[in-house]
């Protein structure tokens, strides 16, 4: 009996020890990605761009009507809202998905890109490259152009609706993920996608054109605020959404994904549990300078703002931070001066940086003693000649 008392006790300390003894990275591991349906898929941080999960994500794919995505925010950002366009004979009876637009109707680009958005018109998709490219091809050219600046390294753009014309119409679901998220930086974008219901006009009938918005998730995620679905045969189901909780956003890309709206709601899901938004950096933090520089007495390098970062917790324990300066010397002529920056990196990799001013302490008010100590004199001599008259 005793013994058995003694075995025990020894486990429970045993165990005990190694609860304890556990390494903290095993402790803070994140939950491992979902299983998903998707041949490519990706989920980026919204605000910072980070691709947070990648899944044949540098696969070039067909992407159906996503393409729609680079269409709308070309045209928003070259062209106006309020502009009133006409419908060309070319757009009309586009195939697929249409807004059944007819040849010399006029509405505005705004409410084009509704139809776009909502309902993917491709009929809408072909007017509004007309009006802003003078052409399709035109068209085209603008959008390869913008895909480039985005830094869309995998992606070449035939056509503006995403229809199965070409071998060369084609993306990755990273790149589009970066589509993504620089287009909902855009607050006319990030209005339109996520609206549920739109009325627009429609030229000779007696009623208004009601879009009821295609993609789902608006309805079925908590949060969700965008973006678009796409489909064509050599596509397969393709999907691209967004969500917003407590103020952070996030986007997935999925391509051929034959059980798209859950594997877009498990992603998120995934993003939001293991990626917290961490603020690595405070606006007005003082930060001293890892390099042999000369900080006149008073003076202090202060962050201009604050800086967040989405992180799984062990990842939080490797951020480095480096200061770079432009100056050798700080002097308090330089107060409000930029004079470096404070450069954060996640495995070598600068994920970003912030600017760093010249801050000059106030200079210290002379306190009562001290003012009636230099008055002293003064008053020591008018005292003396009044009461020696």
């Known amino acids: ?55 044949n994500g540098t696969k070039k794919m067909r992407i159906a009507s996503l393409t729609k995505t680079m269409t709308a925010i070309v045209a928003i950002e070259m062209g106006k809202l309020d502009a009133q366009v006409t419908v060309p004979p070319q757009a009309v009876g586009v195939e697929g998905s249409s807004i059944y637009l007819k040849n010399g109707e006029k509405l505005t680009l705004e409410e084009l890109l509704y139809g776009l958005m909502l309902r993917s018109g491709n009929d809408a998709a072909v007017t509004i490259a007309t009006h802003i490219g003078g052409s399709v091809p035109g068209f085209t050219y603008l959008m390869n152009e913008k895909a ?48 549920k219901v739109k009325d627009i006009s429609w030229e000779g009938e007696q009623w208004d054109r009601r879009l009821l918005n295609k993609n789902k998730m608006l309805h079925l995620y908590n949060g969700a605020d965008g973006v678009k679905t796409g489909y064509t045969k050599l596509a397969k189901r393709c999907l691209a959404s967004s969500a917003t909780r407590d103020g952070r956003q996030l986007a997935t890309i999925t391509l051929n994904a034959s059980d798209d709206w859950n594997d877009s709601a498990k992603l998120m899901d995934w993003g939001f549990a293991n990626y917290p938004l961490l603020e690595l950096v405070k606006k007005g933090q003082e930060v001293k300078p890892d390099t042999p520089v000369s900080l006149e007495a008073g003076t202090h390098l202060v962050t201009t703002n604050a800086f967040q970062y989405p992180l799984q917790t062990a990842e939080a324990e490797a951020i480095q931070k480096r200061v770079v300066m432009g100056e050798s010397s700080v002097t308090s002529k330089m107060n409000g001066q930029l004079a470096g920056f404070l450069q954060l990196y996640l495995k070598e990799k600068m994920i970003g940086q912030v600017p760093l001013l010249v801050s000059v302490d106030a200079p210290t008010s002379v306190a009562p003693q001290a003012s009636r100590s230099m008055w002293q004199p003064f008053w020591d001599i008018v005292s003396g000649g009044l009461w020696s008259a």
């Open 148 to 195: 480039a600046m985005i830094g869309m390294e995998h992606t070449s753009f035939t056509n503006p609706h995403g229809l199965d014309d070409s071998n060369q119409h084609y993306s990755t679901a990273e790149d589009m993920a970066k589509l993504s998220a620089y287009a909902l930086h855009n607050p006319v974008f990030r209005q339109i996608v996520s609206t």
């Open 1 to 55: 009996m005793n013994i058995r008392k003694y075995l025990s006790g020894v486990l429970v300390v045993f165990l005990f020890i190694q609860m304890t003894l556990t390494p903290a990275a095993m402790v803070k591991a994140a939950a491992a990605p979902p299983s998903l349906s998707a041949e490519g898929a990706a989920l980026i941080d919204v605000e910072s761009g980070r691709i947070l999960y990648s899944k």
